[in-house]
């Protein structure tokens, strides 16, 4: 059973910029902490970014800091992730994924296994 629904992935050139969605039929995602990861083959699934309840507690790994932005609309229990300036490293299957027991303010906000429902990925391509 498919908890959570990412989309918005694509093919983007260097530079570009893409917004992926995460929906879910199931959950209310504003009582939830939201977190995105990525996958590029070959490496480990990386934290890139999450959101609390409160959309003031908010984290980024550094390497996507003043480039992506995460957010939320709870109005359409959709959480975004907008990605500007992709990069060549940028690219991956990314997934999104909540749990009860993230807070975002600790100090390893994107431990996955803090993580127990999780969508099955979009996907995002960076190439010229």
């Known amino acids: 059973q498919v908890q959570l629904v990412e989309s918005g992935g694509g093919l983007v050139q260097p530079g570009g910029s893409l917004r992926l969605s995460c929906t879910s039929s199931r959950f209310t995602l504003e009582y939830y902490s939201i977190g995105w990861f990525r996958q590029a083959p070959g490496k480990e699934r990386e934290g890139v970014s999450c959101?609390?309840?409160?959309?003031?507690?908010?984290y980024y790994v550094d390497s996507v800091k003043g480039r992506f932005t995460i957010s939320r609309d709870n109005a359409k229990n959709t959480v975004y992730l907008q990605m500007n300036s992709l990069k060549p490293e940028d690219p991956g299957v990314y997934y999104c994924a909540t749990g009860p027991g993230v807070v975002v303010t600790s100090a390893n906000p994107m431990a996955p296994n803090d993580y127990d429902y999780w969508g099955r990925g979009t996907q995002v391509t960076v190439s010229s």
């Open positions: 959101i609390g309840v409160s959309r003031n507690s908010i």
